[in-house]
């Protein structure tokens, strides 16, 4: 299970991001009282524009930011008194972390593995399937670089699920993938989900949600302005679909930065 409690995260702007943003403001709130709950069985979309917070929310909960305000727990383990238990339990995916690219596949996945203990014909038999799902193997000894981005994005992917984490935190899981590699992709969250799995993703995609979210929550300017299952969403706004849903949230909810 996945806790957050009243989340806020506030980035120390360098001068130069100061100017790149054109702002005299050296603060930055990121993220704003963000509390929400995930369970097993579940994908749990954090859906929200372009610079809503999706992004540090994900990576505070996978233990690489610290929250300024907040408690992050994962399966009872406080993200930052815990974090080794916490990384234990979980399969992170973000574009910000590439893949060293002059390893290859193979050797990526088999290093991580084995920085987290996992038995060799255990590792063996996860490659096989998770390079098999993904279609890397016949790319298995193939430098990252050498990869296209789909086929980047996909080994990443088996990397991040080779200690086959209960938890998979997935930041933008599809971006950048053609339709094909997209739906590999989208499939193989409703499995991990189907076998009682958390998944939790982000995406900025209304229509990715739909398809694949049991619970949405939605995150404009730092700040959760909902959280419910789709079809309480619909309901909610009287509507058949998320993105006239979500343009009245946005509408009612987004501030003018001025
Ligand atoms: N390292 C950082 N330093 C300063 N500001 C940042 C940093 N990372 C993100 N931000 C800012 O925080 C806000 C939220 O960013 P992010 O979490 O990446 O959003 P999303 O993933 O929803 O696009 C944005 O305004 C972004 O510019
Ligand atoms: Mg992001």
Do not use: W
Not at 146 to 152: H, V
Not at 180 to 204: C, N, P
Not at 242 to 251: H, N, Q, S, T, V
């Amino acid at each position: 299970m996945i806790e957050i409690d009243n989340l806020t995260k506030i980035y120390k702007l360098t001068k130069k991001q100061m100017q790149k943003e054109k702002t005299k403001e050296s603060m930055k709130v990121a993220v704003e009282g963000v509390s929400l709950r995930a369970v097993e069985g579940e994908i749990y979309g954090l859906l929200g524009p372009n610079g809503a917070g999706k992004t540090t929310t994900l990576r505070c909960l996978a233990t690489l930011l610290q929250p300024t305000e907040g408690t992050i727990t994962v399966d009872g383990f406080d993200t930052v008194k815990e974090p080794d238990e916490v990384r234990k339990r979980i399969g992170f995916l973000t574009n910000e972390i590439k893949l060293d690219a002059q390893f290859t596949v193979e050797y990526l996945f088999d290093f991580f593995g084995k920085l987290h203990g996992v038995e060799k014909d255990i590792l063996e038999s996860r490659k096989a399937e998770l390079f098999d799902y993904f279609g890397i193997t016949e790319f298995k000894n193939k430098k990252i670089e050498e990869l296209s981005t789909g086929m980047k994005q996909k080994a990443a992917i088996a990397v991040s699920l080779v200690h086959n984490p209960g938890i998979i935190i997935f930041d933008e899981p599809t971006s950048g993938l053609d339709i094909v590699t997209a739906r590999l992709v989208t499939d193989y969250l409703k499995k991990l989900r189907d076998e009682g799995r958390l998944v939790i993703i982000s995406t900025h995609i209304m229509s990715e949600a739909e398809r694949l979210c049991d619970r949405v929550g939605v995150i404009i300017d730092g700040r959760k302005v909902c959280d419910a299952p789709l079809p309480e969403i619909y309901d909610k706004y009287n509507t058949d679909n998320l993105e006239d849903a979500f343009f009245e949230m946005y509408k009612a909810n987004h501030r003018e930065v001025l």
